[in-house]
């Protein structure tokens, strides 16, 4: 039987670092190191979960599991130069990062947390969802039971679905991120502020986490084909040719959607 996966050390100092080091913290499990190459951030986040630092191998601490929470393209040199304890579980949090991108280890894992991170934000960390994979079946409950010390929701998720979930968020996430930074560019062209823009920016979020689906709540120019308006805006992005584009295309694809329904 798998012994119980209590003493955690995370590897990495980054956003996700540091809100993972204060939930296991806070979850009672026990973490018993961070584990980080930048000395400045490694202190700070080490200070916030209350745990000790280092940036040396030789002084890595013995866990029983070791979450790797790195840029996608630093996991494998990460996990690869790691001296882990034998029996030790070693898990990248990485989301579009297949399993096998760690070394071949009898006991390895994905442990994903479907969410934004940001330095200095907290986060509810048993609302995320995290996705677990691995290629030992042996490891499966205990990776399942430690997950759920720290969320609610665990799904298990091989590595091309994982693709999927990580590919969506970027959608969801991180290109309306952006739409919100094109909005405020044109709104302050007006000579207005951001702040005009936060009501339906709140509304439309509202909307859409009420709904079945966000495709049931959508409005705009563009659901209701209404050329005239659109054209009027794509006039107005006439000197920016890129957003013009953009504009286009995703009005067209919500014409397209909307038709379906």
């Not at 010390?149 to 979930?165: F, G, N, P």
Request: hydrophobic share 50%.
């Amino acid at each position: 039987m798998e012994r119980p996966l209590e003493r955690v050390v995370i590897v990495g100092s980054g956003n996700l670092a540091e809100a993972l080091a204060q939930a296991v913290a806070r979850s009672g499990l026990q973490l018993v190191q961070l584990f980080a190459r930048n000395a400045a951030r490694g202190e700070a986040v080490a200070a916030l979960a209350g745990t000790q630092w280092t940036a040396d191998p030789a002084r890595l601490a013995d866990a029983d599991i070791y979450l790797i929470s790195v840029s996608d393209k630093a996991v494998g040199e990460v996990a690869a130069a790691l001296p882990l304890p034998a029996g030790a579980v070693v898990a990248h949090t990485a989301g579009s990062v297949p399993l096998d991108a760690l070394p071949a280890h009898a006991r390895r894992a994905v442990f994903y947390p479907l969410q934004t991170f940001t330095k200095g934000r907290s986060v509810d960390f048993s609302q995320i969802p995290l996705f677990l994979e691995t290629d030992a079946p042996p490891l499966r409950p205990a990776l399942e039971a430690f997950a759920r010390r720290l969320s609610h929701t665990v799904v298990w998720a091989d590595s091309a679905c994982r693709a999927k979930v990580h590919l969506a968020a970027v959608f969801a996430c991180n290109f309306v991120n952006h739409m919100y930074a094109v909005g405020e560019g044109i709104v302050r062209s007006a000579g207005l502020p951001f702040d005009v823009l936060k009501p339906l920016l709140a509304e439309t979020a509202a909307k859409a986490l009420d709904a079945a689906s966000p495709a049931d709540v959508q409005t705009g120019p563009a659901v209701r084909n209404d050329l005239p308006t659109m054209a009027r805006h794509r006039a107005l992005l006439a000197a920016a040719p890129r957003l013009e584009n953009i504009y286009s295309i995703i009005s067209n694809n919500i014409w397209e959607i909307s038709k379906k329904i």
